[in-house]
């Protein structure tokens, strides 16, 4: 539930910074952005790479949290606070996930910018909607290779998120219950 109401908030966001970070990108600006793309495709071209946002997130996250709790059972086994496993372990399941869910975030970026030059070489008139036309459009172009453009950069984007988040949580649950255990009164 907390991911579909997160892509649904954060798509939009996404449509905007993809169309803002294309080469030659018309907008100066996020609210140019927004109004440009209202104006010319609706409400639609926000929500167009919606599902394939979901099928990404969904995976990435599974594969995410099912990695960490594994190595943290090799490297981990008490399950004690010990900061360098969780930033071993967040790091190293992050980049699984990455590199597992790049095909999507290759289909996603194409639904999310329209990218005039690879539409035409795929001579697609108008838009593309969908993932699986996605899917098909970047293998027309790209062959296999193509669905994996851009994982060393994603890879290398989510060791260190996915490291630093697994540490903050993991010291804030040891801080907190061991609060808790301080505080409480003896029988």
């Not at 010291?171 to 029988?187: G, I, M, N, S, V």
Request: hydrophobic share 40%; aromatic share 12%.
């Amino acid at each position: 539930m907390a991911t579909l109401l997160h892509d649904a908030v954060m798509n939009p966001a996404e449509v905007v910074k993809q169309r803002m970070q294309m080469y030659n990108s018309p907008h100066r600006s996020a609210l140019s952005c927004i109004r440009t793309v209202w104006r010319t495709e609706g409400l639609r071209a926000f929500y167009r790479s919606y599902t394939t946002q979901l099928t990404m997130n969904i995976p990435f996250q599974s594969i995410h949290f099912i990695t960490y709790e594994f190595l943290q059972e090799q490297v981990n086994p008490h399950r004690g606070y010990n900061p360098q496993s969780h930033i071993i372990s967040g790091g190293l399941a992050g980049a699984l996930a990455a590199a597992a869910t790049t095909p999507l975030d290759v289909c996603k970026t194409l639904l999310n910018t329209q990218e005039n030059m690879a539409l035409n070489l795929a001579n697609i008139s108008g838009r593309l909607s969908g993932m699986a036309n996605a899917f098909r459009t970047v293998y027309r172009l790209n062959g296999l290779p193509g669905y994996f453009k851009g994982m060393q950069a994603r890879v290398v984007y989510q060791m260190p998120s996915t490291a630093i988040s697994w540490s903050v949580y993991e010291f804030f649950k040891y801080f907190l219950t061991k609060h808790k255990l301080e505080t409480r009164a003896p029988y």
